[in-house]
């Protein structure tokens, strides 16, 4: 949706009353909007208000990834189906048509037709059909956690875009606070122009500088517009959503998204238990391979009568009937599953250290985000502290700009900044800790506990929730 941009200048209390009092009313909405860390977010976005939690079951519920995801894992339910099946006797029926250039013995006729059923049961072979029902049910270990990964990827983006709307939104805010507050400065160097206390270089420095806050009002509310759109995508809006001042103590967080990263522990993430799942069908795969190489015994049976008369020859039964025992075994193959054999084991050998690179990746990511976690926790006490002395030092300018004149307008261009510089540091601080918790918790596995997310599944054992 489109957005108007409108800057507000305040107007003088009095037009003609004295520089102090002027400045003292222009200067009163920069103070508004203080302490930095609640600033009320720009009001240039619009639509559906959500908090994280809302915005990112959205997300999961909708997002076709998952979905795509959910649809594997039913397939591969449906795989140990097939696969087991080999366990149970393989029933087959057909009709049968014979034609020959002579009559075919012991049938009095050159036409032959016969219908047949026939019955085969594998009695042992080798775990052929053991080593494919262990495949299948990797299948649904790896479709298992191919569910949880696209959840976990889903929420995360949908988390992190949350957070980076929200970002924006307030850093919206803090540049109108700081358009207002360098725009009062320019007010008040054209009434001092106008009255000929100071220089046409004064007004025109201020006003490059209230130039330099509108743009980065814009800057900052395209941004919003960006990661509003962006949301919008992710949670399968129809309209744009908003993430305003819902639950202003709490930030529209989950309350335990604060302490993530110091609670957090390495824990087995869905990218791990893929791998694992990945390493169980290269096991399974293997054992097929060596189950190959050995014979199979199976009990065969089968029945058949001719459908007309000279189908049916004299003197021998209506149905002809037999039983048979039957011992297979490759004998040679040109090598084919001594290569498979080769092959399996090196799958093993890359699923082994795949095993391994997911855990060693979710371990480093985790310690690089608790790490920077715990920077940004120490510093936010001195960002504070830095807020509230410049938030002095630009009052004391101010007094010494008007009374004394020992200061200069630049002094109090640059003291404003500074303040509102400062305010942007310690709002981008506090939701680059967010978005370092939301990591911290998909790092260690806790990404669809902690947002209550569905993913459809059920233990191994009992199979696929349907």
Known sequence: MDMLIKSKFPVPCIRHASAVVALACAMGGAHAAEPASQATPSRAVSGQTMDMRAAVQAAVAWHPAVRTAQGQLLGADEGVASARAGYYPQVKGGVGAQVNNRDVYPYTSRRVYDASVSVSQMLYDFGKVDSAVKQAEASIEVAQAQVYLSTDDVAREAAQAWVELRRQQSMAAIAQDQLKGVGALAELARERQAKGASTRSDFMQAQSRMDGARGQVINYEAQARR?????????????????????????????????????????????????????????????????????????????????????????????????????????????????????????????????????????????????????????????????????????????????????????????????HGARFEQVDSAHDLQRLAVECWYQSGRLADEFALDTRLRDRGQGVMR
């Open 227 to 419: 990661w509003q759109a962006r949301l919008m995508a992710l949670t399968g809006l129809q309209t744009p959503p908003t993430v305003g001042e819902a639950n202003a103590e709490k930030g529209g967080v989950p309350d335990a998204l604060p302490q993530a990263c110091a609670a957090a522990q390495v824990q087995p993430t869905a990218a791990v238990r893929r791998a694992h799942g990945q390493r169980a069908q290269a096991q399974a795969e293997l054992k097929a391979a060596d189950a190959q190489l050995m014979p199979t015994l199976s009990v065969d049976g089968s029945a058949s009568r001719g459908l007309n008369a000279a189908s049916r020859p004299a003197g021998y039964p209506d149905v002809d009937m037999r039983v048979m025992f039957n011992v297979s075994a490759p004998l040679f193959e040109g090598g084919r599953n001594q290569a498979r054999q080769r092959a399996a084991g090196h799958a093993l050998e890359a699923a082994d250290a795949a095993v391994a690179n997911a855990e060693f990746q979710a371990r480093q990511s985790l310690r690089d985000a608790q790490d920077q976690s715990l920077g940004l926790l120490e510093r936010q006490p001195v960002v504070d502290q830095r807020i509230a002395s410049i938030r002095i030092t630009r009052d004391l300018y101010r007094e010494q700009y008007l009374q004394l004149g020992t200061r200069s307008l630049l002094d109090l261009l640059n003291a404003e900044q500074e303040y």
